[in-house]
């Protein structure tokens, strides 16, 4: 039979795993609604009207929102162009699965982008307006925390080294932080050395918790890409920065416990 004290302990745990859940619940409620706000914004250049042009080395360059499902024939053809012509060296043989994949989340309806034209093409009517570089992003959860996930940053060649990615990635990282993202997210292929340089040298971003290779050393070595990140807050930093798969399982387990005596009814 249970005694007194035992009744009261019992009962105490219940109520400390009703706050958890309830806790948990209303973080989860919190990051779907961030993301609901940060994917119904229309155009995100609106916020930073000094992103959309960019005057620099010899570019006189305007940018222009879109999202997946809005996309033009012409300008999927474009990015398809674009995408061949910078990451059919980097993936190698792996370049044919990999097109399809891409050709499939250019189109998705939660994609959202940011075009680069030359801003002169604004003056003529009717004329084809090529397509000069492109940022593919995302609102969505890495390890319940609400990020930004950078899908694609393409730049044609004649428009790289002068400063236009550097840019791009600003307007990115205030995107984010606007949205109260937790971090940028995003990955790299370990062959591409020069985008790797260009993150990590440059952009001061680090290898995330999440990336195969701190995963797991031996998952990772089969693994062709880093998933790298670049964090605006204490907790994505603890997540995806700073602490190990074991941190993020004992997390996971905590947040099973406290649902652990719950019946879920049909
Ligand atoms: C990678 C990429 C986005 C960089 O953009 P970019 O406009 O060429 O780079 P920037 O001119 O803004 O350079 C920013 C800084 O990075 C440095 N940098 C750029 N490319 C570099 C490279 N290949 N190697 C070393 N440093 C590089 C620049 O020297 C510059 O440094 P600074 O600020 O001290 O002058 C662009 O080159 C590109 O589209 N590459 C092909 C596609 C690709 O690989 N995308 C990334 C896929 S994840």
């Not at 619940?25 to 914004?41: G, M, R, T």
């Not at 090529?130 to 940053?153: A, D, K, N, Q, S």
Request: proline fraction near 3%.
């Amino acid at each position: 039979m249970l005694n007194r004290q035992s009744v009261m302990e019992s009962s105490r745990a219940s109520e400390k795993k009703k706050l958890k859940r309830k806790e948990i619940l209303e973080k989860k409620k919190a990051a779907d609604q961030l993301l609901k706000v940060a994917s119904a914004q229309i155009d995100h250049l609106t916020s930073f009207p000094s992103f959309c042009y960019f005057n620099k080395n010899g570019l006189c360059l305007r940018l222009e929102s879109g999202r997946g499902d809005k996309l033009s024939n012409c300008t999927k053809q474009q990015i398809q162009k674009l995408l061949k012509a910078n990451m059919m060296g980097p993936y190698g043989s792996e370049w044919a699965v990999e097109e399809k994949v891409k050709r499939r989340e250019m189109v998705a309806p939660e994609a959202r982008y940011i075009f680069v034209y030359w801003n002169a093409n604004e003056m003529m009517d009717n004329a084809f307006t090529p397509l000069l570089g492109f940022l593919h992003f995302r609102f969505t959860l890495e390890e319940e925390i609400p990020v930004l996930y950078l899908y694609e940053l393409q730049l044609d060649s004649s428009v790289q080294g002068k400063g236009l990615g550097k840019f791009l990635m600003q307007l990115v990282e205030l995107i984010a932080q606007e949205n109260r993202m937790g971090a940028v997210v995003l990955t790299v292929q370990k062959s591409n050395s020069l985008a790797m340089k260009f993150y990590i040298s440059k952009l001061r971003y680090v290898e995330s918790s999440i990336s195969p290779s701190r995963v797991d050393p031996l998952v990772g070595v089969e693994k062709n890409y880093e998933i790298l990140c670049k964090t605006f807050d204490h907790e994505a930093k603890a997540i995806l920065e700073v602490y190990s798969v074991q941190y993020r399982t004992a997390r996971r387990v905590g947040f099973m416990a406290a649902f652990s005596d719950l019946k879920f009814e049909d």
